[in-house]
Nanobody, 126 residues
C-alpha cells in the first residue's frame, strides 16, 4: 500500500514563500511520476505541477510558472514544491499524487494518478 503524506503548509502573507514536502512510503519511489494538485473552496481540483520519475522532466500550470518549482529526492522518497511570490489566489488545499510509469514522463491529468495524499492547507493573506 502506497501512502503519501504532505507537510509544510500554513499561513503566509502575499509575496512570501512556502516549501511543501510529500513523503512517500514506497520501496521504489523512482518508478513513480509525481504531481501536485490543489483545490480551493468551491472550486474543482486543479493541476499545479508534475515531475517525471527521474526528476529530469517537469511541467507547470501557467498560473504558477516562474513562481513554483517542483523537485524530488528519490533516495529520500520525497517530493517537494517550492512556492515563491505567493498570491491570495494560491490559497487552497495542496495534494501530492503519484502513479507508476515505465517511461520518464509526467501527466497533468488527475485521472492518471492512482495514489493521493490527504492534503495540506496553504493560506495566503493579502
Amino acid at each position: 500500500q502506497v501512502q503519501l503524506v504532505e507537510s509544510g503548509g500554513g499561513l503566509v502573507q502575499a509575496g512570501g514563500s512556502l516549501r511543501l514536502s510529500c513523503a512517500a512510503s514506497v520501496r521504489t519511489f523512482s518508478l513513480y511520476a509525481m504531481g501536485w494538485f490543489r483545490q480551493a473552496p468551491g472550486k474543482e481540483r486543479e493541476f499545479v505541477s508534475a515531475i517525471s520519475r527521474s526528476g529530469g522532466n517537469t511541467f507547470y500550470a501557467e498560473s504558477v510558472k516562474g513562481r513554483f518549482t517542483i523537485s524530488r529526492d528519490n533516495p529520500k522518497n520525497t517530493l517537494y514544491l517550492q512556492m515563491n511570490s505567493l498570491k491570495p489566489e494560491d490559497t487552497a488545499v495542496y495534494y501530492c499524487a503519484g502513479y507508476v510509469t515505465l517511461v520518464d514522463n509526467y501527466s497533468s491529468d488527475p485521472r492518471k494518478y492512482d495514489y493521493w495524499g490527504p492534503g495540506t492547507q496553504v493560506t495566503v493573506s493579502s
